[in-house]
């Protein structure tokens, strides 16, 4: 699975737009982009994922380059709940593939 | 989206002791669920990956006659910590993807404390 940098910790005002980067320069073209966030003691939850097309569910939208090679996830009106680290993982399809976390982002929303 | 359940919660036991902990998909099947530790302030890390019906895979490092897996049934996996010590204290989280889709799906995870 392709390697996925984040910045170690990002702020955001309440109710303000969070743009969370990620840079996946050596993907390849089976690989997705999954965004997952963990909030303090408890498991990570899916958040959106995609291939090369940008997406948008109830959570959240996600922007992939054209080139693939990075991406943004986009919580458009942050809440003191989205406070979480936020993970960017890439992977080939396939339930019985397990996620490789790196380090993710912290990301704090500020009253 | 899909379910996906641990228990407990929470345990503390004493050196020594073996413990179970359950993680079950509740409203779909997996033939395949993973069983990931995280200590504190750092990331997931997978330990194994459990089979129904087959044994489980470990990654490296992971002493499989310690953290022993059983995949009994397609909602069902569970890991024994034996004999656990105060160094095997840590967060243990399980996840699971619907057959036939490539979205994983993880449990509230388990705090274990060995005293």
């Known amino acids: 699975d392709a390697k996925t940098t984040q910045p170690t910790s990002m702020d955001c005002a309440e109710g303000r737009a969070a743009n969370l980067p990620c840079n996946h320069s050596?993907?390849?073209?089976?690989?997705?982009v999954y965004w997952y966030r963990q909030i303090h003691s408890q498991g990570p939850q899916y958040i959106i994922h995609g291939l090369k097309n940008n997406e948008t569910n109830e959570m959240a939208s996600l922007i992939i380059t054209e080139d693939r090679k990075s991406s943004t996830l986009i919580l458009p009106h942050a809440t003191l709940r989205d406070t979480a680290v936020y993970y960017c993982i890439v992977r080939v399809s396939g339930s019985a593939r397990q996620l490789t976390f790196g380090s993710g982002t912290q990301l704090t929303v500020l009253p | 989206g899909a379910v996906v359940s641990q228990h407990p919660s929470w345990v503390i036991c004493k050196s020594g002791t073996s413990v179970k902990i359950e993680c079950r998909s509740l409203d779909f099947q997996a033939t395949t669920m993973f069983w990931y530790r995280q200590f504190p302030k750092q990331s997931l890390m997978l330990m194994a990956t459990s089979n129904e019906g087959s044994k489980a895979t470990y990654e490296q490092g992971v002493e499989k006659d310690k953290f022993l897996i059983n995949h009994a049934s397609l909602t069902l996996s569970t890991l024994t910590v034996t004999s656990a010590h105060p160094e095997d204290s840590s967060f243990y989280i399980c996840?699971?993807?619907?057959?036939?889709?490539?979205?994983?799906?993880f449990g509230p995870g388990t705090r274990l404390t060995v005293l």
């Open positions: 996840s699971a993807a619907p057959s036939g889709t490539d979205t994983q799906y």
């Open positions: 050596t993907i390849s073209g089976n690989e997705y």
